[in-house]
Nanobody, 127 residues
Framework: QVQLIESGGGLVQAGGSLRLSCAAS????????MGWFRQAPGKERDFVAG????????YHANSVEGRFTISRDNAKNTVYLQMNSLKPEDTAVYYC????????????????????WGQGTQVTVSS
């Protein structure tokens, strides 16, 4: 089992940047595919970005492509989400997710793919 703790959320003006971090417990972090999702009030939880266990493969939602970048440091058991050119519509609670995989290049993109979730961190972008 893995525990996930997100950090780095906050209030930022439109056009600004934030970097979210997700620290994972356990010694098998490098065996987990990781993802970031977000949920705005009254809306479903949406996929933002995913990264393979090896870190060599990534996938970003169309809505954030070119602005957000997911990365990971397996030595630090941490996955990141660099968010640039933030827009008010990016306002949401951002969640980190993890799932153990057999294939280190696999990227997971739906909520049902993931077994483990963090508690979320609020990101608010003002106009």
């Amino acid at each position: 089992q893995v525990q996930l703790i997100e950090s780095g959320g906050g209030l930022v003006q439109a056009g600004g940047s934030l970097r979210l971090s997700c620290a994972a417990s356990g010694r098998t972090f490098s065996s987990y595919a990781m993802g970031w999702f977000r949920q705005a009030p009254g809306k479903e939880r949406d996929f933002v970005a995913g990264i393979s266990a090896s870190g060599g493969s990534t996938y970003h939602a169309n809505s954030v492509e070119g602005r957000f970048t997911i990365s990971r440091d397996n030595a630090k058991n941490t996955v990141y989400l660099q968010m640039n050119s933030l827009k008010p519509e990016d306002t949401a609670v951002y969640y980190c997710a993890a799932h153990p995989v057999l294939f280190p290049t696999r990227v997971l993109v739906t909520t049902g793919d993931y077994d483990y979730w963090g508690q979320g961190t609020q990101v608010t972008v003002s106009s």
